[in-house]
Nanobody, 119 residues
């Protein structure tokens, strides 16, 4: 019913920037929550940033460096990542909690995109 497509990952040097995008498609009526998570091998997936109509929240380690935003007309959420550090290296996953046309709700995940911060 609803699919997410992520883009924007890659390799960047410490101190550099990347912007991730995640677009929802399908029978989307309303997106209630958009978020970014990340995961490294052997560790649990952790919340990086989230945005709802009530505002945003961030993992303490990314406050002041990352910014989450959205474009409701495009059903897209972004994660602007500045001053990247090697410890930001992970697979980043988009997550959207969507109400579809017809009223059903879906907790949808993107396919993941690799972010590597290394010199």
């Amino acid at each position: 019913q609803v699919q997410l497509v992520e883009s924007g990952g890659g390799l960047v040097q410490p101190g550099g920037s990347l912007r991730l995008s995640c677009a929802a498609s399908g029978r989307v009526f309303r997106i209630n929550r958009m978020a970014w998570y990340r995961q490294v091998p052997g560790k649990e997936r952790e919340l990086v940033a989230a945005i709802t109509s009530g505002g945003t929240n961030y993992h303490d380690s990314v406050k002041g460096r990352f910014t989450v935003s959205n474009d409701n007309a495009k059903n897209t959420v972004y994660l602007q990542m500045n001053n990247l550090k090697p410890e930001d290296t992970a697979v980043y996953y988009c997550n959207q909690y969507v109400t579809a046309v017809g009223g059903s709700t879906y907790d949808v995940w993107g396919q993941g995109t690799q972010v590597t911060v290394s010199s």
